[in-house]
C-alpha cells in the first residue's frame, strides 16, 4: 500500500486548512480501493459528488479538464487536492447547459469549438432510449441529459460500440470487446480503435478523431460522432428492399435506376413532399430547416399520415413556439416524439429536424404496399456491394462532398481528382480542372477526362474507356477505374513499409499471409484470393492470429463447416482487425463468398497493420 503523508500535502497546498487536508485523504483512500494511491479519471466526478463539495457535474468536469492529469488516467492524491483547492476557489458559479451554443475547449486550450446544446440533449435521449438494459452498460442508462456526463461515458468506446450495433445491427462482434468495469489504457484504446473503425464502415466521416480524442472526451469531435451514427441508423432504413413501397415515389418518366441513385435525404424530402402534395397543400420542402421552422409543412403531414389523431388546429395558432408545441403534441400521439424540442423546430435545427421526419417515415410511412406486379426489379446487388465499398474507402480519404452514391457522385471528376491528389500529393494540376459548381456536361467530361489520363499515367488498364462512361455513370466501368485506385492505394502503402520499396504483387500478399498463419502456430493455407478456404472464415482467424497473437480467442472461432458458422468467423474476424487498427470496410458476407477483390482490400489493411507495428 502507498504511503500517503498528509503533513507533507498541507504544506503543498496552504490554501487548504490542515484538517481538510487529513479528511480529503481519508476520502482518498475510500476510493483507492487496491491502495495504489491512485482511483481512476472516470470515477473522479463521483467521488468527488460523494465528498458533498457542492458544484454541478459540468463544473467538477471542467475543473478536472483543467488540471494536468498524467497519461495513465490514473488520478493521485495531489492531483485530487489541487482539483478540489480550484473547486473551492471557483465557488458554485458554473458552466450551465441549456444555452443553445456551448463554447468547449479544443486539445490546444487556446481553440475553442461551438457545440449545439439541444443536439446533446436529445442525442443523449436517444441513447437512453436505445441502450437502456445493455447487458455492459445499462447500469449507466439514464444519462442526464442536461450535463456533459455523455462525453465521460464515451470515453472507454463500450457506449460508441452498443450505439452503432443498434444503429446498424451486427455491424461489431460485440465478443471482442473488453467489457470489464476496470479496463486498462490499452484495452480502452482497442475498444475505441473498434468503434471509430466500425463508425468508418457504416459511412460515418471519421477523419480527424482518434482513441486519444474518445478517451480525452473531447466534446465536439465526440457529438459530431454521436450523430453520424444516429444519422446511419435512421437513414440506413429507407431503401427500397426495406420498404418496396417507396417505388410510389418515383416521378413521371424517371427510372427506378435514376431513383435509387438519389441520397436517403432527398427520398426523405421526396416523401414529404408527396404527402404535402396528396393533402392538397400549396407549399414544398426543400430542406430540413428553413421549410419547416414555422411548422406548417409539419402539420400537414402529420395530418396525413394520421387524421383520425392529428388535426390540423397548429394552423390556427400564430405564436411559432406554442404551435411546435402542439406539432410535438400530435406526434407524441404516433409515439414519434423524439429529436425535437419546440425551441429546435423554430430554430430550424436541420439536423434534429432531419432525424425527426426520418423517424417519422421509419414508423410512419404512410405509402400503400404494392402488388406483387407492381413490385420493381432491383439491380445488381454485388456491384451494389462493391460499389458501397469503393464509396466507404473513398469518404476515408476525407473527399468533399462525402460520397453517398459511387456512380452519381463521381460524375463531374472532382471526387476522382480529389482522391488522385491524396494519393500521390501533386499529381493533379487543379488549374485544368474546373470545381465551381454547378459544372455542365462539357466541363464533367474535362474533369473526367482528366481523371482518366491521370490513371493511364499510374498504368491502370482503361481500355477504351472515356470520361463521357463515368458521367454517364456506367457501373462496371466506374467500379473498373475506383478499384485500381483502391488497390494502388492498399499496395501504396505497403511499398512504403516495405525495404525494397517496390510494388507488391498479389501473390506476395498471398504468400505474405501465409507466412503470418505459420508464425502464429497454425496450418491453414490459400493459394490465390479466389482460394475457397477463405470461405470458412478460419484462415483470416489465422492471419490476424499471426500478425497479434493473443488477439484471436480461438475459443469463438469454429470450423466454419456451416454458412451460419462460417459467417460468425467472419464477422469475428473483421471486429478482430479493427480492433487492432485496421480500416476494414468488407462484410461478413464478402469473405464468405470468396469476393476476391474485397478480401484483398482485407489483407492489404493487415499487411500494413503487421508492418507498421515491426518497422
Known sequence: MVVINSAQLAKKFPQLPVHDVDNLVAQFRRFDIDGRGQIDQKDLVKVIQDIGEGQSYDQIRSTIKAVDINATGKV??????????????????????????????????????????????????????????????????????????????????????????DSVPDTIDERVLNVKNKLSNFQIIENNNVAINSAKAIGCSVVNIGPQDIMDGREHLILGLIWQIIKAGLLSKIDIRLHPELYRLLEEDESLEKFLRLPPEQILLRWFNFHLKAAGWHRTVNNFSSDVKDGENYTILLNQL?????????????????????????????????????????????????????????????????????????????GDREARVFALWLN???????????????????????????????????????????????????????????????????????????????????????????????????????????????????????????????????????????????????VLNGIRPGSVDYAMVNR???????????????????????VIFVLPEDIIECRAKLILTFIGSLMAIDATSRA
Open 76 to 165: 493521485e492524491v495531489d492531483e485530487f487536492l489541487e482539483i478540489v483547492s480550484k473547486l473551492r476557489e471557483s465557488g458554485t458559479s458554473h458552466q450551465a447547459t441549456g444555452k443553445k451554443v456551448i463554447t468547449v475547449k479544443g486539445a490546444n486550450q487556446n481553440i475553442t469549438h461551438s457545440m449545439n446544446d439541444d443536439e446533446r440533449s436529445e442525442f443523449t435521449a436517444h441513447i437512453n432510449s436505445v441502450l437502456a438494459g445493455d447487458q455492459h452498460i445499462g447500469d449507466r442508462i439514464p444519462i442526464p441529459t442536461h450535463t456533459m456526463q455523455v462525453f465521460d461515458e464515451c470515453r472507454d468506446g463500450l457506449l460508441l460500440c452498443k450505439l452503432i450495433n
Open 396 to 542: 476515408s480519404l476525407d473527399v468533399d462532398p462525402f460520397v453517398n452514391n459511387l456512380y452519381t457522385d463521381l460524375q463531374d471528376g472532382t471526387i476522382l481528382l480529389q482522391a488522385f491528389d491524396k494519393m500521390h500529393p501533386g499529381i493533379v494540376d487543379w488549374k485544368r480542372a474546373s470545381r465551381r459548381q454547378p459544372l455542365n456536361r462539357f466541363k464533367q467530361v474535362e474533369n473526367t477526362n482528366y481523371a482518366i489520363m491521370i490513371g493511364q499515367h499510374l498504368r491502370y488498364t482503361l481500355v477504351n474507356m472515356q470520361g463521357a462512361d463515368i458521367v454517364d455513370g456506367s457501373p462496371t466501368l466506374t467500379l473498373g477505374l475506383v478499384w485500381q485506385m483502391m488497390r494502388e492505394n492498399v499496395t501504396q502503402t505497403m511499398k512504403k513499409l516495405s525495404k525494397s520499396g517496390r510494388d507488391i504483387t498479389d501473390m506476395e500478399m498471398i504468400r505474405w499471409a501465409n507466412e503470418a498463419v505459420q508464425r502464429g502456430g497454425k496450418t491453414s493455407k490459400v493459394s490465390s484470393f479466389k482460394d475457397p478456404s477463405f470461405r470458412t472464415g478460419v484462415f483470416v482467424c489465422d
Open 306 to 382: 394520421a387524421p383520425d389523431l392529428c388535426s390540423k388546429a397548429p394552423l390556427k395558432e400564430n405564436d411559432l413556439f406554442s404551435r411546435a408545441e402542439q406539432i410535438l403534441q400530435n406526434a407524441e400521439k404516433l409515439n414519434c416524439r423524439k429529436y425535437l424540442s419546440p425551441q429546435s423546430l423554430v430554430a430550424g435545427n436541420p439536423k434534429l429536424n432531419l432525424a425527426f421526419v426520418a423517424n417519422l417515415f421509419n414508423t410512419h410511412p404512410g405509402l400503400d404496399p404494392l402488388e406483387e406486379v407492381e413490385r420493381p426489379e432491383l439491380p445488381d446487388v454485388e
Open 560 to 582: 466454419g463447416t456451416t454458412l451460419e458458422d462460417a459467417k460468425l468467423n467472419a464477422k469475428y474476424a473483421i471486429s478482430v482487425a479493427r480492433k487492432i487498427g485496421a
